[in-house]
């Protein structure tokens, strides 16, 4: 066995005792070098700004060293005396640098950090899991895939150790490695990792453990819209072991269920087309799913079967369950009435922004994440990155509650009037309901149907006067409605009535309980 010492950089390079492998490289800290980072780490966790700042210029100073990268990278996967939030701020320190100053890292140093990496991935703890995972994500990023050949191959066969650290530490990192570098697995070199990654992923689609469940389906997911051939061969496996967890116990491995079903009904609608009624019923069920996680995902396949040329044709049979199911997802959820708790007073004096009231067009997420993509491919001009923004601001707070009114405008604008005998019915009983949520409901699924039906709604509902009383009684307290109003003048402008009258600032002065 050859030993090469390097004693500038205080490494020793062992050969691998089989003689098939890479060196293994062995690093040992400085004491007092080890004790000045442990107390920088701590430093850096304190919130004052000054302390900050000073911790900030010494990771600057250091950076300069390249043994400072061992120290980080040691104290991740190896200080196991210290406790989880100083190892993880380490690490993602570490990502930190690697993203900056990747290519001027000293060869040694870099397989140094691999090495560890590795070694590492099976560690007790969730989040040193999750960051060393992090950390090999970017390395694979900065260094390409090609750089980093024994990479994939020695992930896929961890997946198999009966250990589960080790098994889920492979498999976080390969989820990650997949949502970051898809384009890259579907075309590394002629190896074509994809070509044993997708059908190993599919074999624990039914593991024991949720997590790994989850896991391997959210790796999975990622190469539907890029349509990868290697997901493409197993696209029947992938189906088949789809539908068999599509009851799974757990939530995220539901979410990731439906997040599949939708993007496949977009991409590949053709494979899912014989099952179309089964999968409709499920979605029926997981819209309604307790977990809101899980019923956001689940109503995006609303926004999707929209477009599709089937929609009617499949949704007819079913549109007298999901409408109610609709409505009852634009009611605030728990978490909402949360989050507008110090939002519930006046603000009449308040300007409205311009991204929170004018009428937007909705589409599937899938849809819209191929949209941004494109976008991020040319060029745009400012008009076009204002409306961006603001489409950006919309969907940072994207909810269930969105998603159900932005599928019934959708559907709205699909069925016009055959969706009236089911709608109006549901839009009196919201509208007269004493509980001002659901009172609130009704005004969002007006906005929601303005485009294509609100003339007719509103005769229906005789709406002018509705619409007094209902912002007469409530404009304290249901300020947070005031963008929906301008929603519905955004579907019609057709009077100058309607108009004025869906002006919540006009209506402050209008006298609501007036009958004549």
């Known amino acids: 066995m050859e030993a090469l010492y390097r004693r500038s950089s205080g490494f020793v390079a062992t050969s691998d005792k089989s003689g098939g492998g890479p060196p293994i490289m062995n690093w040992q800290p400085d004491e007092a070098g080890l004790a000045q ?20 210029q010494k990771l600057e100073s250091l950076n300069q060293y ?15 005396s210290e406790d989880e939030p100083t190892r993880s701020l380490s690490g993602l320190i570490l990502k930190n640098n690697v993203k900056a100053h990747f290519s001027s890292f000293p060869d040694e140093v870099k397989a140094f950090i691999k090495q560890e990496c590795v070694t590492a991935i099976g560690d007790p703890s969730s989040l040193i899991r999750a960051t060393v995972g992090i950390l090999i994500t970017t390395i694979a990023k900065k260094g390409d895939l090609s750089n980093w050949p024994e990479l994939l191959p020695l992930l896929s066969q961890l997946m198999d150790s009966p250990d589960f650290y080790t098994c889920e530490g492979a498999f976080g990192a390969l989820q990650k490695i997949c949502e970051d570098l898809a384009d890259q697995l579907d075309n590394v070199g002629p190896s074509q990792p994809l070509n044993y990654l997708i059908p190993k992923f599919l074999q624990f689609f039914r593991h024991q453990h949720a997590v790994i469940r989850s896991h391997a389906i959210a790796c999975v997911n990622q190469f539907i819209i890029y349509r990868s051939q290697a997901l493409v061969t197993h696209m029947g496996p992938f189906v088949e ?7 799974d116990e757990d939530s995220e491995v539901r979410k990731n269920v439906c997040r599949a079903i939708v993007m496949l009904l977009e991409i590949r609608t053709e494979q899912l087309l014989p099952s179309i009624h089964s999968i409709v019923e499920y979605m029926l069920l997981r819209t309604q799913d307790q977990d809101e996680s899980v019923a956001l995902e689940a109503c995006e396949v609303w926004l999707t079967l929209a477009e599709h040329p089937h929609c009617v044709e499949a949704l007819s049979p079913y549109m007298n369950r999901l409408v109610p199911v609709l409505l009852n997802g634009m009611k605030y959820s ?30 599937s997420k899938t849809h819209s994440q191929q949209h941004e993509e494109a976008a991020e491919g040319s060029g745009s001009d400012d008009d076009d990155d204002d409306e961006d923004d603001d489409f950006a601001d919309f969907l940072s707070d994207w909810n269930i509650r969105k998603c159900s009114a932005a599928a019934l ?40 149907v303005a485009e294509g ?38 579907g019609s402008k057709s009077t100058g009535e309607i108009y004025c009258l869906l002006d919540t600032k006009s209506l402050c002065s209008v006298d609501c309980y007036s009958t004549t």
């Open 66 to 80: 390249p043994d400072f990268n061992n120290y980080l990278i040691f104290v991740l996967t190896k200080l196991m």
């Open 453 to 490: 039906l609100l003339v007719i709604v509103m005769e229906s509902l005789f709406l002018p006067l509705s619409l007094c009383r209902l912002y007469g009684r409530h404009n304290t307290s249901l300020a947070r409605a005031s963008s929906f109003p301008y929603w519905l003048s955004g």
């Open 241 to 247: 072991n789809l539908f068999a967890v599509a009851g």
């Open 409 to 448: 405008d959708c559907l709205s604008n699909v069925f016009k009037q055959d969706l009236l005998p089911i709608l109006l019915p549901l839009l009196k009983e919201t509208l007269s309901s004493p509980q001002w949520e659901i009172k609130e409901s009704g005004i969002l699924a007006l906005g929601a």
């Open 37 to 56: 980072i442990i107390q920088l780490l701590k430093e850096s966790q304190i919130s004052k700004t000054e302390v900050q700042k000073a911790v900030q």
């Open 334 to 363: 728990d978490t909402d009435m949360m989050t507008l708790k110090g939002d519930l007073e006046d603000d009449a004096n308040v300007p409205d922004r311009e991204s929170s009231i004018k009428p937007r067009h909705h589409h």
